[in-house]
């Protein structure tokens, strides 16, 4: 009995021993990093997250387990701790910190160059402001760095390269200015480079060629000027690049055809400069996405054997100069399935077969002639502004009133029918505006390559464009929110918003100068200190092929403010009976604000009146007062055919009542002649 109680007390004794060790042993944050994330969160506005700061001490719970920091949603603000040192008691420092789309306003921090041992920095989706400072470089150790969706302003900071173990550093979305600095050319272990939409400017430094590690650049809405540098054709791990809505000159890089492992490739807007060729891409059999959009491209399809591009998903090589027929084995390909060919010189007619997935196709705005495949009717194919002609088989598989917008057979042209139109763009119902116009529905599902045309037919619009990134891109946006500086609210509800290229065309208008009238109103960037508000959405006006504004923000020009009317009017000519209003855009603005995708012109509604007395009257109160004309003249008719009548009929008894006497007045002087009866004939 005393032996078994001895046994139970040693084992106690080595119990309360081993709680004491590991007591010994627990671990503790560093006090200068605890200071300084204690600081950090307080200017943010920020608080520690129950799962972690237990008893006060940040390193912690899920700050110290398996918890990642990266992929959990629900993990943030956060902190992660590593390098833990010591003798009985570990000290750990923070070596990643998560403060990630929670509104955080105010500028950068000082006391973050406290935090050292930082490998991770996420401070993407806030509303941080001011200068990026210098002391960021002072973060040596730092890897990955993500600054994207701020309002952060002024220069970017030389000292960034210090930075030389960072892997991903991303700033895009931001209002900084100047040239980037030839220091992040000392970024040798760089893999990523975000920097789209981030506000700076000048050629890109030469420096940059030592980024031979890089795999994935997105460089768009910036203000880069020269050339696309030739040493980007020796960043041979490089699999994305974007270079869209800059001010680069051309031609695009010969050199860029040894990126054999470019998967995507997005370059646009390229307005000066020589002109390139196609050649460059034979050799970039891996891609699945290519835009070379609006880049001077002055070739023939057949110059790049597409058959070899067994990948490829998405061709976008609009608005250049190609030339040629549209070759077979580029529609053929298995795996294409948006294809946009529109705004070129494209001639012939189209290939007679296409490939399984090939569902969207953009032809538009060439010279192609022919007759309409029979495909067509299982595809989405727009073939606005071309040289074919309507007849049985082509309006069986085409849109109501496609020929009225094509290049030889235009509606109407001599012979107008209406003088105005308005539409409602977006919406499913008439609206009556306070202008005293009648706003028409504009409800169509357009997709990335489509059109439609009333059955008046007195307007048409067409849509070109796939929204990129995006899970399920809207054409048509809707708001009930109240709208300011209008007294028709309910004409901005709805918008139509395109990624690319968006037409309204007026049909069999009379000719004579027009004021058109474009009506805008911004609401998915809400006002105030939010990552939200920071997105920006810019194109290009044309009216009659003029373009009227050229990197038109919509709530830039409504004073900062959303869901705020814009009004925009012009007056110009219609000569051939025929209007069309264009909303292109040209790569600028935010990209991923507040979603993935999200860019490109919207335009709540339109309208377009004459500035002279028209002779014809609108179409549908042409068509109402032909109807009450027929009315009239058909109960006039009536009228008059009944008065004849009953003359007539008046006239005729009159003379047999006369012709009765005279005859009564003859039998009474010679006798009745003998009469027989229907009876004396039966036997």
Same mark, same amino acid.
């Given at each position: 009995m005393r032996g078994s109680q001895l046994r139970h007390g040693a084992a106690l004794s080595l119990l309360l021993l081993a709680t004491v060790a590991h007591a010994q042993r627990l671990t503790r944050t560093d006090p200068g990093d605890a200071a300084?994330?204690?600081?950090?969160?307080?200017?943010?506005?920020?608080?520690?997250?129950?799962?972690?700061?237990?008893?006060?001490?940040?390193?912690?719970?899920?700050?110290?387990?398996?918890?990642?920091?990266?992929?959990?949603?629900?993990?943030?603000?956060?902190?992660?701790?590593?390098?833990?040192?010591?003798?009985?008691?570990?000290?750990?420092?923070?070596?990643?910190?998560?403060?990630?789309?929670?509104?955080?306003?105010?500028?950068?921090?000082?006391?973050?160059?406290?935090?050292?041992?930082?490998?991770?920095?996420?401070?993407?989706?806030?509303?941080?402001?001011?200068?990026?400072?210098?002391?960021?470089?002072?973060?040596?150790?730092?890897?990955?760095?993500?600054?994207?969706?701020?309002?952060?302003?002024?220069?970017?900071?030389?000292?960034?390269?210090?930075? *030389?173990? !960072?892997?991903? /550093?991303?700033? +895009?979305?931001? @209002?900084?200015? $100047?040239?980037? %600095?030839?220091? &992040?050319? #000392? =970024?040798?272990?760089?893999?990523?480079?975000?920097?789209?939409?981030?506000?700076?400017?000048?050629?890109?430094?030469?420096?940059?060629?030592?980024?031979?590690?890089?795999?994935?650049?997105?460089?768009?809405?910036?203000?880069?000027?020269?050339?696309?540098?030739?040493?980007?054709?020796?960043?041979?791990?490089?699999?994305?690049?974007?270079?869209?809505?800059?001010?680069?000159?051309?031609?695009?890089?010969?050199?860029?055809?040894?990126?054999?492992?470019?998967?995507?490739?997005?370059?646009?807007?390229?307005?000066?400069?020589?002109?390139?060729?196609?050649?460059?891409?034979?050799?970039?059999?891996?891609?699945?996405?290519?835009?070379?959009?609006?880049?001077?491209?002055?070739?023939?399809?057949?110059?790049?054997?597409?058959?070899?591009? *067994?990948? !490829?998903?998405? /061709?976008?090589? +609009?608005?250049? @100069?190609?030339? $040629?027929?549209? %070759?077979?084995? &580029?529609? #053929? =390909?298995?795996?294409?399935?948006?294809?946009?060919?529109?705004?070129?010189s494209l001639s012939g007619s189209l290939p007679s077969s296409i490939g399984s997935l090939l569902k969207s196709l953009d032809f538009s705005y060439n010279q192609l002639s022919g007759s309409v495949p029979s495909w067509a009717k299982d595809s989405q194919l727009n073939l606005v502004t071309n040289n074919f002609v309507a007849d049985s088989s082509s309006n069986s598989v085409l849109p109501t009133g496609w020929g009225c917008l094509q290049r030889s057979t235009p509606c109407f042209l001599g012979s107008p029918k209406s003088s105005s139109f308005a539409v409602d763009c977006g919406s499913m119902r008439s609206v009556s505006g306070s202008d005293n116009s009648v706003y028409e529905p504009d409800d169509a599902s357009l997709g990335p390559a489509s059109f439609y045309v009333t059955g008046g037919p007195t307007w048409g619009v067409s849509n070109v464009g796939r929204f990129m990134d995006s899970r399920n891109g809207s054409y048509i946006i809707y708001s009930s929110h109240q709208f300011q500086n209008t007294l028709d609210t309910e004409l901005f509800r709805n918008a139509r918003m395109s990624p690319s290229s968006l037409r309204y065309f007026g049909i069999g208008l009379e000719n004579g100068n027009y004021t058109v009238t474009l009506q805008f109103a911004e609401f998915d960037f809400p006002g105030g200190q939010s990552w939200k508000s920071t997105g920006r959405r810019v194109f290009d006006i044309y009216v009659q092929g003029v373009r009227k504004e050229q990197n038109f923000d919509i709530r830039k020009e409504a004073g900062g403010k959303s869901y705020t009317a814009v009004r925009k009017q012009y007056i110009v000519p219609v000569t051939k009976n025929f209007l069309e209003i264009h909303l292109f855009w040209a790569g600028k603005g935010t990209c991923c604000i507040p979603s993935q995708g999200y860019y490109g012109p919207a335009i709540s509604a339109l309208s377009a009146t004459p500035n002279f007395t028209p002779t014809v009257r609108n179409a549908v109160a042409k068509k109402k007062g032909s109807k009450a004309g027929v009315i009239v003249g058909v109960i006039v008719g009536v009228a008059v055919l009944g008065l004849l009548a009953f003359a007539g009929i008046f006239v005729w008894r009159q003379k047999r009542r006369k012709l009765s006497l005279e005859q009564e007045e003859l039998y009474s002087i010679v006798g009745r002649p003998n009469v027989l009866s229907y009876r004396k004939f039966q036997f």
């Open positions: 300084a994330l204690n600081a950090v969160f307080a200017k943010l506005g920020q608080k520690a997250g129950t799962s972690w700061n237990i008893s006060g001490d940040p390193c912690t719970g899920a700050a110290t387990d398996n918890t990642d920091i990266d992929s959990d949603p629900n993990f943030n603000p956060a902190i992660k701790c590593e390098v833990c040192t010591g003798g009985n008691t570990s000290v750990c420092r923070i070596t990643k910190l998560k403060i990630y789309a929670l509104d955080a306003v105010g500028p950068m921090p000082e006391e973050l160059r406290n935090l050292t041992a930082l490998t991770n920095l996420n401070l993407a989706q806030n509303y941080l402001t001011g200068p990026l400072p210098s002391f960021m470089g002072e973060l040596t150790n730092m890897q990955y760095m993500s600054l994207g969706i701020n309002a952060l302003s002024g220069p970017v900071p030389k000292e960034l390269g210090n930075l *030389t173990n !960072l892997i991903v /550093l991303s700033f +895009s979305s931001n @209002n900084f200015s $100047g040239p980037l %600095p030839s220091e &992040l050319g #000392n =970024l040798a272990k760089l893999e990523q480079l975000y920097i789209d939409s981030a506000g700076v400017s000048g050629p890109l430094p030469s420096s940059l060629s030592k980024l031979t590690k890089m795999k994935q650049l997105w460089a768009s809405d910036n203000d880069f000027t020269g050339q696309i540098p030739d040493y980007i054709g020796s960043w041979s791990s490089l699999t994305d690049l974007r270079f869209q809505g800059n001010s680069f000159q051309g031609p695009i890089p010969a050199t860029l055809s040894n990126l054999g492992l470019l998967a995507s490739l997005r370059i646009g807007d390229i307005l000066n400069g020589s002109s390139s060729s196609l050649t460059f891409l034979n050799n970039l059999t891996s891609l699945n996405t290519l835009i070379l959009r609006n880049c001077r491209i002055s070739d023939k399809l057949v110059s790049t054997d597409f058959s070899k591009f *067994t990948s !490829l998903n998405l /061709l976008d090589l +609009s608005f250049n @100069n190609i030339t $040629g027929e549209v %070759p077979q084995t &580029l529609l #053929n =390909l298995n795996s294409l399935t948006f294809l946009f060919l529109g705004n070129n």
